[in-house]
């Protein structure tokens, strides 16, 4: 009929057309692909430190994910900590096979500073893990405390619970959060797509009229 398509129509339009087998195929091979080789060759994939240290720093700049990440953290070292001393385990062997199971950089290099505040100056725990400025000042007077009653273990397990509870907590918030925003995303993508095919419609109608 000669009547020019909406700008947001053939925006859409383009981009539906990037899903034809023959265009979407190969993209995804290439993808694929392009993944693999950063994965296995480049210095800086997912699996390494560095890469690791730095998308946690960028999780502790917001509030929300700095809290949840040193729940999960603080939780698994007062966990095994006390499992491990509980066995008569010396605290500083302790620490030492302790270290290879985090996942966090950040707290890793925390734990290191830690033990070297203990093996080199001769600190106690609770003071070496204050030095760090890592931990939590909960878990630094839940230490404190229990090295001064002789209970670290019990502590350590309490003070376990109290971050694991908090964790589960952080997570249902997050759960009940993504649920809203997924609900209205998608809302959103199909009111866009229902107007980029009304909009061609309407115009075909004014131009009969």
């Known amino acids: 009929l000669g009547v020019p398509m909406p700008a947001m129509s053939r925006f859409i339009f383009a981009i539906s057309d990037l899903f034809r087998p023959q265009i979407a195929l190969p993209s995804l091979v290439l993808a694929v692909g392009l993944g693999y080789a950063l994965r296995e060759w480049s210095p800086l994939t997912f699996r390494s430190d560095l890469m690791r240290a730095r998308l946690t720093k960028l999780g502790y700049l917001f509030p929300p994910i700095a809290v949840t990440l040193k729940a999960i953290t603080h939780g698994h070292w007062a966990r095994v900590l006390s499992l491990q001393l509980d066995a008569g385990v010396v605290t500083t062997k302790a620490l030492l096979a302790l270290i290879p199971s985090l996942k966090d950089p950040l707290f890793k290099r925390a734990c290191r500073e830690t033990l070297d505040g203990m093996e080199e100056d001769g600190l106690?725990?609770?003071?070496?893990?204050?030095?760090?400025?890592?931990?939590?000042?909960?878990?630094?007077?839940?230490?404190?405390?229990?090295?001064?009653?002789?209970?670290?273990?019990?502590?350590?397990?309490?003070?376990?619970?109290?971050?694991?509870?908090?964790?589960?907590?952080?997570?249902?918030?997050?759960?009940?959060?993504?649920?809203?925003?997924?609900?209205?995303?998608?809302?959103?993508?199909?009111?866009?797509?229902?107007?980029?095919?009304?909009?061609p419609m309407g115009q075909m109608i004014q131009s009969l009229t």
């Not at 809302?187 to 866009?192: E, I, P, S, W, Y």
Request: a negative charge; glycine letters at 8%.
């Open 124 to 199: 106690p725990l609770s003071q070496a893990m204050a030095r760090t400025g890592y931990f939590d000042r909960l878990m630094i007077g839940v230490v404190s405390t229990g090295e001064e009653t002789g209970n670290i273990t019990q502590m350590l397990d309490f003070a376990a619970n109290l971050y694991e509870d908090e964790f589960r907590m952080r997570l249902e918030m997050l759960e009940q959060f993504i649920s809203p925003v997924l609900l209205c995303f998608c809302g959103l993508l199909a009111g866009v797509w229902t107007v980029a095919i009304l909009l």
